[in-house]
Each structure stands twice: as structure tokens, then as C-alpha cells.
């Protein structure tokens, strides 16, 4: 069973950075793509950025070149720095992992990320 532990959710100006991991336990199978989505109130659940283990990685149109996403195999950890944050990218952020990449089988608990004006 894979088990997700994020952090590094929290309080941000805009403009300012945050970045976010989330370290993973489970088969090497199932841990293969690993990365992030974010729900806002009254919105539905959206992929933000995911990354193969081979490193090849997927991102949102709305956090290109802001949010980079990267990972240690070897610690079966994600990270996601994110920077020039927006108001609107305040969200509950949810580590995702599974086979193939939008397909998550495995979510994390969440973590807040909030940017104020």
C-alpha cells in the first residue's frame, strides 16, 4: 500500500516562493509517477505538475515557468518549488502518485498553501 507525507504547505506573499515535498512508500510500480494536484473552494481538483520517474514531467498551463517540479528516486521523494505565487494558487495541494501519470492510485493527506494579496 503506498503511503504520501507532505510538506511545507503554508502562508506566502504573492510574488514569494514555497516549495513543497512529499516523500512516498510502496512498490517501485506503483510510486512511478508522482506528483501534485490542488483544490480550491468550489473548484474542482486539478493536476498542477507530475513527473515520471524517468523524469520526464507534466505541468498546468497556469504554472508554467513559475512551479518546477523534481524528485530523488532514491528517497521516492517529490518536490514542488513554487514561485511567483499568485492569490489564485492558493489551494489545498495533494501528493499524488501512481503507474502512469494522470492516473494517480495513491493521495496524500494535503497540505494548505495560501498567497495573500
Known amino acids: 500500500q503506498v503511503q504520501l507525507v507532505e510538506s511545507g504547505g503554508g502562508l506566502v506573499q504573492a510574488g514569494g516562493s514555497l516549495r513543497l515535498s512529499c516523500a512516498g512508500s510502496g512498490s517501485r510500480l506503483s510510486l512511478n509517477a508522482m506528483g501534485w494536484y490542488r483544490q480550491s473552494p468550489g473548484k474542482q481538483r486539478e493536476m498542477v505538475a507530475v513527473?515520471?520517474?524517468?523524469?520526464?514531467?507534466i505541468y498546468a498551463d497556469s504554472v508554467k515557468g513559475r512551479f518546477t517540479i523534481s524528485r530523488d528516486n532514491d528517497r521516492n521523494t517529490v518536490y514542488l518549488q513554487m514561485s511567483g505565487l499568485k492569490p489564485e494558487d492558493t489551494a489545498v495541494y495533494y501528493c499524488?502518485?501512481?503507474?502512469?501519470?494522470?492516473?494517480?492510485?495513491?493521495w496524500g493527506q494535503g497540505t494548505q498553501v495560501t498567497v495573500t494579496v
Open positions: 499524488i502518485a501512481g503507474i502512469v501519470p494522470l492516473s494517480p492510485t495513491a
Open positions: 513527473i515520471v520517474r524517468g523524469g520526464t514531467s
